[in-house]
C-alpha cells in the first residue's frame, strides 16, 4: 500500500542530465577574446554567403526542374486541347 514518495512526481522532476548541463554551462569562464572590426564583418560576410549558397543550390536542384516540369506538362495540355494543327 505504501508506494514511493517520488511515484507522484513521476514525469514532471527536471532530468538529472539537464540539470548537469545548465549547471555545466553556467561555470564557463569567458574566453577574453578580440575580434577586430575587419574579422567581425569578415566572418559576417561568410556566413551570409553560406547560408544564400544553400538557398541558390535548392532554388537551383529543387525549383527550376519543377518549374520546367510544371510547365511541360501545362504545354502538353494544352496542346492536347488545340485544335489548330
Known amino acids: 500500500m505504501n508506494q514511493p514518495a517520488n511515484h507522484k512526481?513521476?514525469?514532471r522532476l527536471i532530468p538529472l542530465w539537464l540539470v548537469c548541463c545548465i549547471a555545466f554551462a553556467m561555470l564557463a569562464?569567458?574566453?577574453?577574446?578580440?575580434?577586430g572590426p575587419g574579422a567581425g564583418l569578415g566572418a559576417i560576410a561568410v556566413t551570409i554567403a553560406v547560408i544564400l549558397g544553400v538557398v541558390f543550390l535548392l532554388v537551383g536542384l529543387v525549383w527550376f526542374p519543377l518549374k520546367r516540369w510544371i510547365g511541360g506538362?501545362?504545354?502538353?495540355?494544352?496542346?492536347?486541347?488545340?485544335?489548330?494543327p
Open 29 to 35: 569562464s569567458p574566453a577574453h577574446a578580440y575580434i
Open 9 to 11: 512526481f513521476k514525469g
Open 73 to 84: 506538362r501545362k504545354n502538353q495540355a494544352g496542346s492536347e486541347n488545340d485544335p489548330t
